[in-house]
């Protein structure tokens, strides 16, 4: 019968329409798929006794490079005046551990706003993006509404602010606004502050903007203290909850799936002698399904190419993105549900390549570039298919 | 209409009594001002004698300071060197070959291998001048005239710190006396210099300094305080006039960030057993003047708690011994248990012993500033406003071992290490933690706030009787204390003479101090004399006693207050003394009531005539101090030469405002009440 291959075409072609109109919606309605990663690091303290701060936010720079992040999507502020500063027993090293196993002051720190420019001003201005001319783009944090921010604070504060460098203090509802205006502006999809200071949780308490997430190492009245002193530098070298923050991080790299909970429950308030807070009521996705690395890691950009000849490239970049982000869902939920094999992932990626075919054929032949339109058009054949198929069949 | 008129009314009526308000409480405490000055002075005393009990422990205030949290790194390798130097000195001193020229020398010698910027300091002995008017500043020393046979030489090594911008630098000063060099203390001396070696080697090879270091081994024969300041003097106000002295070589690291001054001193033979090393610290400077509380905690808390040393201050031993301090212990120790009976949260409970040590040790606080006269070299940088401490090590064993003294170097070599590290860590100049305070344990103080209270109690009632006795005066006139300021303005005229006859009396030479003392005497006198022949008598018909009361109470008043700012324990122990008088005064010859009373008060004012004579105040506090053996009232001259010497301002207060207010009570007493 010549009909039955026709018929089994024709079943390929239904379930493809009916992938289609599931996935479709779903992701029509946020246009903004998670696609950059950004890292705002902020030391706010200077002198020489404040060592550890520096320490805590080089720490974690070189933990969000290791895990992705490229030193162009990362703004680094800090005081800088330990590794050169005369007291320092390793001149131009500095070290988060007595063991001095590593050098966090390597090669290659690309700090973006040293000594005096970490102020309030320029953080608020590196947040909100309005710099005057003159302020080179390297120092400016770009990001978009799909990207996942990193905010990491650490230095002096107190009930409702943060010392920044003994002259002025960032207030939480200056924080609070400034947030407010990354999310009018279109400048985040989601946001991670976690501060590490005394009375972190207080710096909070303004925030209202919806996608952000936040935990600071300690209460409103407890302080948060240092980790462990370093007789031959002779000042403390990392406080408590970055230190056991760094903890985690170790053991993972840039493919773990350790979720934000985790991270979260993962402090130990007798070790650390303050209490963990975070706060999620502004943020919609279950801490549980959300990777850590979705924070301190980075979207690789893959670019899924049929062919390593340009003539057979995809030309519509957007939709592209659309697709890995899909798949970098279902890589996800995957992972989670441990017990499912690979074989999925492999169907899967056989359907999209059907379906990257058949976008292109409706492309070439309509013109659209709306996939809403494309789906009006599929759902139309579709029915005009259904019908011919019981017409042929009866 | 009616409605508006009655609220303004009330208006009115309520900013009348608003305003009248501050009027009727003063009118209030002015006509009960005998009852307000008794429970005043009472007060006083009483908040005086608790003050051991307000005192809190000291803390590091000063974030940057950082004490103890690096490891020390002094070895035996260094203190080993320093050995070596001990052994070339008391070979030299042994020798006896010039051992003013041959130690300098040795110890710059010891320096420059070390890699130190060395030079020698030539000074000679100042000439101790009168210039009391200059208490606020160090004594203008005129530049060394090296043709003056006796000189001594202190040896300066410099350390430039590796990667310091070499604007700040630490002091290191170990006296050390070339006269004295083969004496009993020989080996404790030599070892000061060794003591600062250990330390200098090491910092030499340290790669953490942002100071500079200065170590300066000062030649002590003329005094440890002589050549520090002489010293200082020339590295605060360089010499440009270059005549011979010009070609001297004198070099210089920066601002001070602080001067340590540490002395190995060999106690002889002690009372008790000592189961530790003692550090004792010197804190006073001159008027009174304290370095930053932050100096002393960092020394208290490197020594006790990282080296196992004890620290002493200065107490009066006599003090603890006293029967009447400890009935007091016992008391206050009732009276703080019964306190916490009422109210757990009071918790100023304090055995008796504690409240006896506490007694002692403020008591020679407040004496050692009142004195205004610095108890160490550590004086001679206060006046270069530098916070500075002296630091006097005694080893618990005999420093004739080797052993004993390779161990004890160690220690104190690590002490002074880390306060230098602490100091090191510093980004500002010491100004955390507190400056005006009082000490009654080596970490435990009274800061300025809860001193004053005693003070302030005990001079509040002194405007108050001044304006009672004001309004009591039958004259109504409001300008009728002009007549009395004449006897007052010829009363201060005196004071102003008598300060400054001893500047003639030290020109002549070669006076023995008593009849210096006589001569002072007798031109006082004189002057007093030749002031009333050309002004006229006191006792004129316009001057009521009264009103002289009352006036010589208000200038009383602005002396003490004036002098609590200058030198705060001068004006609190001096207002134990003046504020009796000034209450108290009454003539002999004044009419009252009650007879049991007059003759009371007329035996307190007699007793206060003698008592407050300036001679005799001095030689009772001094009795007080050091027991009454010692004394005696023609040492006068003496102490007196030796505060001027010091430019304290504690000689003014005696004979500006103390003086002044005991003629006017003599004048009082014998007012004829016509």
């Known amino acids: ?394 | 209409m009616e409605v508006a008129e009655v609220e303004a009314e009330v208006e009115k009526k309520a900013t009348a009594t608003r305003s009248r308000l501050i009027v009727r409480l003063a009118a209030l405490l002015v006509s009960h001002s005998t009852l307000v000055s008794v429970v005043c002075c009472l007060a006083g005393l009483i908040a005086l004698l608790v003050l051991p009990l307000l005192a809190k422990n000291t803390y590091i205030s000063e974030n940057a300071l950082l004490p103890g949290s690096a490891n020390p790194v002094l070895s035996y390798q260094h203190v080993t060197q320093a050995n070596n130097l001990i052994m070339d000195i008391m070979s030299i001193a042994d020798d006896k070959q010039a051992p003013d020229i041959e130690i300098p020398k040795l110890i710059a010698k010891y320096m420059e291998i070390l890699g130190a910027e060395t030079y020698h300091h030539k000074f000679s002995q100042p000439q101790n001048q009168f210039h009391p008017l200059y208490f606020f500043s160090s004594s203008p020393n005129s530049p060394p005239t090296l043709a003056n046979l006796s000189y001594g030489t202190s040896t300066v090594g410099i350390i430039r710190a590796p990667r310091g911008d070499g604007k700040e630098a630490i002091v290191l000063v170990s006296p050390y006396n070339t006269q004295n060099a083969g004496g009993i203390d020989a080996s404790a001396s030599a070892s000061s210099i060794g003591l600062a070696f250990s330390v200098f080697s090491l910092l030499s090879r340290a790669t953490w300094l942002a100071k500079d270091i200065i170590w300066v081994a000062s030649d002590s024969r003329f005094g440890d305080h002589t050549s520090v300041s002489a010293w200082l003097n020339d590295y605060h106000n360089p010499n440009f006039i270059g005549d011979a002295s010009s070609t001297r070589i004198f070099k210089r690291a920066g601002t001070m960030a602080c001067g340590i001054v540490f002395k190995v001193v060999e106690k002889e033979r002690r009372e008790k057993y000592e189961d530790r090393d003692v550090v004792t610290l010197y804190a006073e400077a001159s008027n009174g003047q304290m370095p930053n509380l932050d100096l002393l905690n960092v020394v208290h808390y490197l020594a006790v708690h990282r080296q196992g040393i004890r620290v002493r201050i200065g107490m009066f031993g006599g003090l603890v011994k006293s029967h009447l301090v400890r009935v007091l212990g016992e008391v206050m120790q009732q009276v703080g248990r019964f306190a916490r009976s009422l109210n757990p949260d009071w918790r100023f409970e304090m055995p008796s012993s504690e409240y006896v040590e506490g007694t002692a040790t403020l008591a020679s606080s407040i004496y050692s500033q009142a004195l205004g006269v610095p108890t160490g070299p550590h004086g001679a940088f206060r006046d270069y406003q530098v916070d500075a401490v002296t630091l006097e090590l005694s080893p618990r064993f005999s420093l004739k071992n080797e052993h004993t003294r390779l161990a004890f170097l160690l220690k104190g070599g690590r002490l002074i290490e880390g306060t230098v590290r602490s100091v090191n860590n510093l980004l500002e100049k010491f100004h955390q933690s507190f400056f005006l305070y009082f000490l009654t344990a080596p970490n435990k103080f009274v800061s300025v706030g809860v001193y004053m209270i005693p003070f302030a109690f005990l001079v509040a009632p002194l405007p108050i009787i001044a304006a009672s006795l004001f309004n009591l005066t039958s004259n109504r006139n409001p300008w009728r204390w002009l007549h009395t300021a004449k006897p007052l303005l010829i009363t201060h005229t005196w004071s102003v003479v008598v300060t400054l006859l001893p500047f003639y009396i030290s020109k002549i030479s070669d006076l023995p101090s008593t009849h210096c003392m006589l001569t002072w005497a007798g031109g006082s006198l004189m002057a007093l004399v030749i002031l009333y022949i050309v002004f006229g008598s006191p006792y004129s018909k316009h001057v009521e006693w009264r009103l002289l009361k009352a006036v010589m109470i208000a200038s009383v008043s602005i002396g003490l207050c004036l002098m609590s700012i200058i030198n705060f324990a001068t004006a609190q122990i001096g207002a134990l003394f003046v504020v009796p008088m000034c209450l108290f005064a009454l003539p002999i010859r004044v009419k009252t009531n009650n007879s049991l009373i007059r003759s009371m008060v007329m035996t307190c004012n007699l007793v206060m005539a003698v008592l407050g004579f300036p001679v005799t105040a001095v030689a009772l506090m001094q009795g007080v101090i050091k027991g009454f053996g010692t004394v005696s009232i023609l040492e006068f001259w003496d102490s007196m030469k030796f505060l001027w010497g010091w430019n304290s301002a504690t000689y003014l207060y005696l004979v500006l405002v103390h003086l002044p207010c005991w003629l006017l009570f003599l004048h009082i007493l014998f007012h004829p009440c016509r």
């Open chain 1, 1 to 394: 019968m010549a009909s039955d291959p026709m018929g089994s075409q024709l079943r390929r072609i239904l379930s493809i329409f009916f992938s289609l109109s599931i996935i479709l919606p779903l992701s029509s309605p946020s246009p903004t798929m998670h696609n950059n990663n950004w890292a705002v690091l902020v030391c706010t303290s200077r002198f020489w006794f404040n060592y550890r701060h520096m320490a805590n936010t080089l720490s974690l720079y070189r933990t969000v490079k290791r895990l992705g992040i490229p030193d162009e999507r990362i703004i680094l502020m800090l005081a800088d005046d330990m590794a050169c500063n005369a007291r320092n027993n390793y001149p131009a090293q500095v070290f988060n551990n007595e063991n001095h196993q590593l050098n966090l002051y390597g090669d290659n720190v690309e700090v973006d706003y040293r000594g005096y420019e970490v102020t309030v001003e320029n953080f608020l201005r590196v947040l909100t993006g309005r710099h005057e001319a003159s302020v080179p783009r390297s120092k400016h944090l770009l990001s978009d509404e799909g990207s996942h921010i990193l905010l990491y604070m650490t230095g002096h504060g107190g009930n409702e602010f943060l010392k920044f460098q003994d002259t002025e203090e960032l207030q939480s509802h200056d924080l609070a606004d400034a947030v407010k205006q990354m999310k009018e502006k279109n400048r985040f999809k989601e946001l991670l502050i976690m501060v590490d200071t005394c009375q972190a949780a207080t710096l909070f308490s303004q925030l209202q903007s919806p996608g952000v997430v936040t935990i600071g190492s300690s209460m409103k009245g407890e302080n948060s203290y240092s980790h462990h002193l370093d007789p031959d530098v002779g000042v403390s070298v990392v406080d408590r909850f970055t230190f056991y923050t760094l903890a985690f991080f170790e053991r993972l790299d840039m493919y773990s799936n350790a979720s934000l909970n985790s991270l979260f429950t993962s402090y130990d308030p007798t070790l650390l002698m303050s209490t963990a807070y975070y706060r999620t009521d502004l943020y919609e996705r279950p801490l549980n399904m959300v990777p850590v690395t979705n924070f301190f890691g980075s979207v690789m950009k893959t670019i899924p190419t049929d062919s390593a000849y340009p003539g057979f490239l995809v030309a519509h970049a957007s939709e592209y993105a659309a697709i890995s982000a899909e798949t970098e869902t279902a890589r996800v939920v995957l992972e989670d549900e441990a017990d499912h094999s690979k074989t999925y992932d492999q169907s899967e990626k056989g359907l999209q390549h059907t379906l990257d075919e058949w976008l292109k054929l409706l492309e070439g032949k309509l013109g659209v570039k709306d996939p809403e339109v494309l789906v009006a058009y599929g759902l139309g054949s579709m029915v005009l298919l259904l019908t011919i198929s019981t017409w042929l069949s009866s």
